[in-house]
Nanobody, 127 residues
Framework: VQLQASGGGLVQAGGSLRLSCAASGRTSSIYHMAWFRQVPGKEREFVAQITWTGRITYYTDSVKGRFTISRNNAENTVALQMNNLKPEDTAVYYC?????????????????????WGQGTLVTVSS
């Protein structure tokens, strides 16, 4: 599976950005898609997950109510709509795909569960 992320940029606090991740290749093997983020010098952090069917989602607490993950079946893309952005949301954002069918929070939030990763896209939120 190949993943291509796009949509990052610079935005003021309180603003919005929409990230997109296009999947290609053996997409039939995908069960979960997710977004992670990483700040230089810090560990990669789980942000949000969606099943490939689009039916089930899971978010980290810090983005609940502000971020929405969604799936476009026709285009094989996953989007992350980010509203009310805060300076602490500044990071490189990565999309990832997993083939496992587990639903535990431990599985969904661990980067080790995801076998395919897109290149990062930088999101910078100014105060």
């Amino acid at each position: 599976v190949q993943l291509q992320a796009s949509g990052g940029g610079l935005v003021q606090a309180g603003g919005s950005l929409r990230l997109s991740c296009a999947a290609s290749g053996r997409t039939s093997s995908i069960y979960h898609m997710a977004w992670f983020r990483q700040v230089p010098g810090k560990e990669r952090e789980f942000v949000a997950q969606i099943t490939w069917t689009g039916r089930i989602t899971y978010y980290t607490d810090s983005v609940k109510g502000r971020f929405t993950i969604s799936r476009n079946n026709a285009e094989n893309t996953v989007a992350l709509q980010m509203n009310n952005l805060k300076p602490e949301d500044t990071a490189v954002y990565y999309c990832a795909a997993a083939t496992g069918t587990y639903y535990t929070p431990t599985y969904l939030t661990s980067g080790r569960s995801y076998s395919d990763w897109g290149q990062g896209t930088l999101v910078t939120v100014s105060s």
